[in-house]
Nanobody
Framework: QVQLVESGGGLVQAGDSLRLSCAASGRTLSSYAMGWFRQAPGMEREFVAGISRFGSTTRYADSVKGRFTISRDNAKNTVYLQMNSLKPEDTAVYYC????????????WGQGTQVTVSS
């Protein structure tokens, strides 16, 4: 079992950048593929980005491709989401998740961190 805690959210203006972090405890991070999802008010939770256990493979939602970068540091048990060129439509609660592969995430979830992008 793994516990996930997100941080780094906040209020920014359109065009700004933010870096989210997800700290894992319990089992070692390299046991899991990791990912980020987000949920805007009144919307379903949606996939944002995923990364394989050792970082060799990443994938992104089309809406963030070229702007967001997912990375991981297994030695620090931390996953990151670098978000550049933020848009108001990126406003959501961002959740970190762990799973057996980057195509099978969602076994474990963090509590979420709010990202608000003003226009």
């Amino acid at each position: 079992q793994v516990q996930l805690v997100e941080s780094g959210g906040g209020l920014v203006q359109a065009g700004d950048s933010l870096r989210l972090s997800c700290a894992a405890s319990g089992r070692t991070l390299s046991s899991y593929a990791m990912g980020w999802f987000r949920q805007a008010p009144g919307m379903e939770r949606e996939f944002v980005a995923g990364i394989s256990r050792f970082g060799s493979t990443t994938r992104y939602a089309d809406s963030v491709k070229g702007r967001f970068t997912i990375s991981r540091d297994n030695a620090k048990n931390t996953v990151y989401l670098q978000m550049n060129s933020l848009k108001p439509e990126d406003t959501a609660v961002y959740y970190c998740t762990a799973g057996s592969s980057s195509l099978n995430l969602g076994d474990y979830w963090g509590q979420g961190t709010q990202v608000t992008v003003s226009s």
